[in-house]
């Protein structure tokens, strides 16, 4: 059945809000594009470009920008959340703020917060009264905001305590390029989507000191293991992170140039300090932010996570990445099946 066009707003307009709206456009959906940044939302409304996120890439005349909050989500149905995890809690509260009436928000952020400890779809309803929200969905997947707005192939995973609600966010993205399926274990969803990026850090660190595809290998592989026994601890279906939103996600963000999180880790790998990073990223790195919180969730849960502990102490105690990389190669001997019988029984 082909679906109804809508009016859908997306608040931010960055890479991958971007990359979301082209997509909806193509769906043949009206796009209201929210950013805060007048020169950059007159760009796009007067050259249809988006050049400081994504040069090159023309954008269709059925997306427009809009400066004003009010005026961007006045009369519509369904908000696509696509900011970085520190700003959700100011967006949605100034959304709260201007609505009115109940929205449905689809979030496309990946991160944790910290000291509260809060996924992003917590947050969401922490801020946003009941009355003022129809459902949350994530839709979250391995997916690079450059390839997506080149239309290469791309599958990614909507989610929601409302699988009807998770149902409508597929009908809305889903084109030849761009599927989705759906997955009723948002607790999963985006603990795997907010972590890989933790490990991605880490695989960039190895490939900066030099290490090669060994390392990276191994890194990959005991990451998903840290990722499923914190996130069963927390609730979540073991099987989602055997899907896209875990070892997917985790492959294309520990292996790609376009991962910023893989970028950031290869510049401290080579040697440059984490405000170095940061400021010639130009671009939110989550995994910085969610390392934190992952490690805060590691001891509140007694969850063995060493490759969390070990970024930790990189990027928060100090430590040099060689030597944190070294320590995580000496210590003791396991049996590699042991913590998979554990996990298996615990289960």
């Given at each position: ?5 809508k ?14 709206a ?11 594009l ?13 050259k ?6 994504l040069?090159d ?12 909050l ?5 009369g519509?149905?369904t ?9 959700i ?45 129809k ?27 409302n ?19 759906t ?64 070892i ?7 292996t790609s ?14 040697g ?54 070294d ?18 029984e615990?289960?």
């Amino acid at each position: 059945m082909v679906q109804a066009k809508k009016v859908v707003t997306v608040l931010g307009a960055g890479s991958w809000g971007t990359a979301l709206a082209l997509v909806l456009a193509d769906n043949g959906h009206s796009v209201r594009l929210w950013g805060n940044n007048e020169d950059h939302i007159q760009e796009i409304n007067d050259k249809h470009m988006n050049s400081k996120y994504l040069p090159d890439i023309t954008l269709p005349h059925n997306i427009k920008g809009y400066v004003s909050l009010q005026s961007a989500i006045n009369g519509v149905e369904t908000v696509v959340l696509a900011v970085p995890t520190k700003a959700i809690r100011e967006v949605v509260a100034n959304v709260q703020k201007v609505q009115e009436a109940p929205l449905t928000i689809v979030h496309v952020s990946k991160g944790i917060e910290p000291d509260s400890h809060l996924r992003i779809s917590e947050m969401i309803e922490a801020e946003m009264d009941a009355k003022n929200r129809k459902d949350v969905v994530v839709l979250s997947g391995p997916s690079h905001a450059e390839e997506v707005s080149l239309r290469h192939p791309t599958t990614v995973t909507a989610s929601s305590k409302n699988i009807e609600a998770a149902e409508m966010v597929q009908d809305l993205f889903m084109n030849q390029h761009f599927r989705v399926y759906t997955n009723p274990d948002i607790v999963g969803v985006e603990i795997g989507g907010a972590l890989k990026n933790i490990i991605a850090l880490a695989a960039g660190v190895t490939d900066g000191l030099g290490y090669g595809d060994n390392a990276k290998a191994a890194l990959i592989t005991r990451g998903l293991s840290e990722i499923a026994r914190l996130g069963t601890k927390m609730g979540a279906n073991a099987l989602t992170f055997s899907g896209l939103t875990g070892i997917g996600d985790l492959i294309v963000t520990c292996t790609s140039v376009h991962s910023r999180n893989w970028r950031a880790g290869n510049m401290l790998g080579k040697g440059y300090r984490l405000e170095e990073v940061l400021e010639n990223m130009g671009m939110v790195v989550e995994g910085v932010r969610t390392t934190k919180a992952a490690h805060q969730l590691a001891k509140k849960y007694e969850v063995n996570m060493p490759i969390t502990e070990a970024l930790y102490n990189v990027l928060f105690e100090g430590e040099d990445p060689k030597h944190a990389l070294d320590n995580l190669m000496g210590r003791n001997k396991k049996h590699e099946m042991e913590e998979l019988y554990k996990f298996m029984e615990e289960k």
